[in-house]
């Protein structure tokens, strides 16, 4: 299941639970979409408390959505990950290391304010593509 959290219109706030779908994925990029419609970087924190998996639908479109941002990487600022899965933290230090442009980090499941304080701590300016 996947719900979108309150946060700062610069700041992506997601929960996962259970197995992500296609369906969840696609809803997600929209909301990704509409933040970077209105901001040149944005911050985005997940909380994977509860997360069981993907289906290969989802991992599908994860793949295009990736693909197509190459060159783009550096509009996520920050990347928050809250997890009580240790294999996860270990999935988000490899991930940092392929993202040089994106800070990520990931929390512990008694982090949440942290981690939401952390990845929202981004300078929300005008997309690179907004009139003057």
Do not use: N
Not at 97 to 125: H, M, N, Y
């Amino acid at each position: 299941m996947f719900e979108i959290l309150p946060s700062p219109p610069h700041l992506g706030g997601y929960r996962f639970t259970g197995t992500l779908t296609a369906a969840d994925y696609e809803r997600c990029i929209a909301d990704i979409e509409a933040r970077l419609a209105r901001f040149a970087r944005i911050g985005l924190y997940c909380d994977l408390r509860g997360f069981t998996g993907v289906t290969p639908a989802a991992i599908a479109h994860d793949l295009r959505y990736t693909l197509g941002k190459i060159g783009q990487f550096d509009r996520f600022a920050r990347g928050a990950i809250v997890t009580d899965r240790h294999w996860l933290a270990t999935v988000t230090g490899f991930a940092a290391k392929l993202f040089p442009e994106t800070e990520i980090r990931s929390f512990g499941e008694d982090e949440v304010e942290a981690a939401l304080a952390w990845a929202g701590a981004v300078d929300p300016q005008p997309p690179p593509d907004a009139a003057a």
